[in-house]
């Protein structure tokens, strides 16, 4: 995988990067490092609030529920039902999805086309509500007026372009 | 959000009253754990990237970085500060990279930069958030490592598919919250001028 050379080789020139600005590497990591307390310490509690609602979403039945009622409008969308509860969960974790994906390739196959499909669903979308959550919770901002309507139609255009070019390839 | 978090809790709860009550509360706390579980494995992301992130900018790359992409940003955002505008930059590159939750630090320090202590969103915080939420992964590596681990013939299939999949949503997002930004502030102009208008005829009668 070439993809997997990508990360190491960027840290290498980095540091060599550092070397050559007569930078202290090392004190620098320190440093940065020591911040991610207070980063986990102030993300901490909204995460614990939304992995709440998450597991009641999908323990309780309301995603399966939700999937159904809203299966008549994924139809229209050209969607299979198939992936409606991927899509549900996807807005709220990105972890939760990645386990319903798993579920589908098991189910139908790796190389399906639903499996495809959810693949490129999942990775071309982001877990909006978790996402709002953790990037504000260092602010007062309660208030996202058309931040969140915006970010789930662009998610759910995304989703129908995935469904669609799964089916031509 | 409380809008949404709260019926989420009181719907799944009520839900489970009915079908499953007796597993009712442990799936609150199975939650918690799983947040937990998820917030040790961010600290370590977190504390790794940081510690990178201060090296990229004690070096001075950031600053690069953000020449580079200040066209877009500049576009983007409007007028940032250069430090809001580093953030940015460094956010929009781990992004691309796909390097997942690396890219949480540098939003919370940009959305904390463009904070004025108010309640409503700005239209950069807004900006940002769409810009994340619509994924600029451009090798989805998480989902082909799945593959290659469910024993998939053709793991890199789905590169082409994402793609086109991550364009669609970021392009209509980046649109609508452009268009949303501008009616706001149209709806905003015409709130004033009718006050205004309103006023005036006050005016005169006192007059």
Redesign the interface.
């Known amino acids: 995988?070439i993809?997997?050379y990508?990360?190491p080789i960027?840290?290498i020139l980095?540091?060599i990067?550092?070397v050559i600005?007569r930078?202290?590497?090392y004190s620098?990591?320190?440093?940065?490092?020591k911040?991610?307390?207070d980063?986990?310490l102030?993300?901490?509690p909204y995460?614990?609030?939304?992995?709440?609602?998450?597991?009641?979403?999908s323990?309780?039945?309301?995603s399966t529920?939700m999937g159904k009622l809203l299966a008549p409008l994924f139809n229209i969308l050209g969607i299979p039902t198939e992936l409606s509860e991927l899509i549900l969960l996807k807005p709220f974790s990105g972890?939760g999805s990645?386990a319903v994906?798993?579920n589908i390739?098991?189910t139908y196959g790796?190389?399906s086309y639903l499996a495809?499909?959810g693949?490129?669903?999942?990775?071309?979308?982001?877990?909006?509500?978790y996402?709002?959550?953790?990037?504000?919770?260092?602010?007062?901002?309660?208030?996202?007026?058309?931040?969140i309507p915006?970010?789930i139609?662009?998610?759910l255009?995304?989703?129908?372009?995935?469904c669609l070019?799964?089916k031509v390839? | 959000m409380n809008a949404v978090w709260i019926s989420f809790m009181i719907v799944g709860l009520g839900i489970m009253l009915f079908n499953n009550v007796d597993i009712a509360f442990s799936t609150i706390l199975t939650g918690s754990e799983k947040a937990i579980s998820l917030a040790l494995k961010l600290w370590a992301i977190y504390a790794v990237w940081l510690g990178i992130l201060k090296i990229v900018e004690d070096t001075g790359l950031n600053n690069k970085i953000a020449k580079l992409l200040s066209p877009i940003i500049n576009k983007l955002f409007g007028k940032t500060n250069p430090e809001v505008k580093n953030q940015i930059a460094v956010n929009l590159t781990s992004n691309m990279l796909g390097m997942g939750n690396a890219c949480t630090p540098s939003a919370i320090n940009a959305i904390n930069g463009m904070d004025k202590g108010s309640d409503v969103a700005t239209a950069g915080m807004l900006m940002l958030m769409i810009l994340n939420t619509s994924s600029l992964e451009i090798l989805p590596t998480t989902v082909i490592g799945l593959r290659v681990a469910a024993g998939s013939l053709n793991p890199n299939d789905i590169i082409f598919p994402t793609l086109i999949a991550t364009t669609v949503s970021t392009v209509s997002g980046v649109v609508m919250c452009k268009l949303c930004e501008k009616l706001k502030s149209k709806l905003k102009q015409r709130k004033n001028t009718t006050e205004l208008s309103k006023q005036t005829p006050v005016f005169k009668k006192v007059k």
Request: one cysteine or more; charged letters at 10%; proline letters at 0%.
């Open positions: 995988m993809s997997s990508i990360i960027l840290i980095l540091i990067y550092s600005k930078k202290n590497a620098s990591f320190v440093y940065g490092a911040t991610s307390f980063l986990v102030t993300s901490f995460i614990v609030a939304i992995f709440i609602a998450i597991e009641l979403f323990v309780s039945g309301l529920i972890c990645l994906l798993e390739f098991s790796v190389d495809r499909a693949c490129a669903i999942v990775g071309s979308s982001e877990a909006i509500f996402i709002t959550a953790v990037y504000f919770s260092g602010t007062k901002v309660k208030k996202f007026s058309y931040g915006v970010a139609i662009s998610n255009l995304g989703v129908v372009a995935a070019i799964c390839i």
